[in-house]
Every structure is written in C-alpha cells, then in structure tokens.
C-alpha cells in the first residue's frame, strides 16, 4: 500500500490555530519554520510499522532535498516526494488538458490524505481516493488509520 500526504494546512500548520509538534532546536528551527501538526509523529511511525509505503504530494515547490531534510529532523522518514516541479514534470507535462493538481493515480498512490476539497472532488473525477481532513481535530490520527485499515480490508480480500 501507497499513501500520500499533502503539507500545506494538512501536514504543516499554523501553531496560532493547531496544536503542533514540539519546535525544532535551535538552529534547525531557523533552517525549518514550518511546524508539523501534533500526531504527525506518531502517525507516520504507525505507517512505517505497517509497512507502507509513505509519501508527500504537494504542489509546494519547496525542494525534495528540503521536503525530505525537514522531515529527518523530525526523526521522521519519507518513501517519496512528488513536489510541484516533478508534477509539473511527470503529470502535466507536455499535455495540452489541464491535469489536476494533484494525480495520485500517476503513481498507484492508494490514498491521498489533504485539506483541499477541490483535490477529493478531482479524486472522484479522475479515481483516485482522498480522504479529508481540514481543522483542528483531535481525532484526526484515529480517523486516518481506521481509513488505512478500511482500504487493507477492501483491498486485501
């Protein structure tokens, strides 16, 4: 199994609004602003444990380098970084139709989790499966590994 996570209002947050990960030490903090919504961790390590394989998907053209260095530090791996250039690159490329901004499909990604209405509305248009998750939300840990767990008993019988 693939899942991939958007960064932007899913994965990165705003600390005035969210609750978040403990900051990064100085000085990596300064190198990395950006603050992971609190369950991150934990959540990650779960897939990691499950064997899947974990993704970011974004349309920040942040670098790979950046994306990958910033999860590290966090003691935290990624599989795969699709970032707008490689989208760019990969899904639109020299295509004359508008792709989506996002198109899980290109790289049998089973699940893309985001905060983007728009990108689960492309999912049921284009068939690939988003699962929303938006404001601040306790549960939202929980709610991701019952739909991880929904998928693998689909999906493996």
């Not at 190198?31 to 934990?42: A, D, N, V």
């Not at 020299?94 to 049998?108: C, D, E, L, V």
């Not at 284009?126 to 939202?140: K, N, Q, S, T």
Request: glycine residues 6%; hydrophobic residues 35%.
């Amino acid at each position: 199994m693939k899942i991939s996570f958007d960064l932007d209002d899913t994965l990165f947050v705003s600390p005035e609004t969210f609750k978040v990960e403990k900051e990064l030490i100085f000085p990596l903090n300064k190198l990395f602003k950006e603050r992971l919504r609190f369950g991150t961790k934990s959540l990650f390590h779960y897939i990691w444990e499950q064997g899947i394989e974990l993704w970011i998907y974004t349309t920040s053209f942040r670098s790979e380098f950046y994306i990958r260095n910033l999860f590290r530090c966090y003691g935290l791996k990624v599989h795969t970084i699709v970032n707008g250039t490689r989208h760019a690159r990969e899904v639109q490329g020299t295509k004359h139709q508008i792709m989506p901004s996002k198109y899980p499909a290109k790289y049998r990604i089973d699940l893309h989790i985001d905060d983007d209405y728009s990108v689960a509305q492309n999912g049921k248009l284009y068939g690939f499966h988003v699962f929303l998750i938006g404001p601040p939300d306790d549960e939202w840990v929980q709610k991701i590994i019952k739909e991880i767990e929904k998928y693998q008993l689909l999906h493996l019988s």
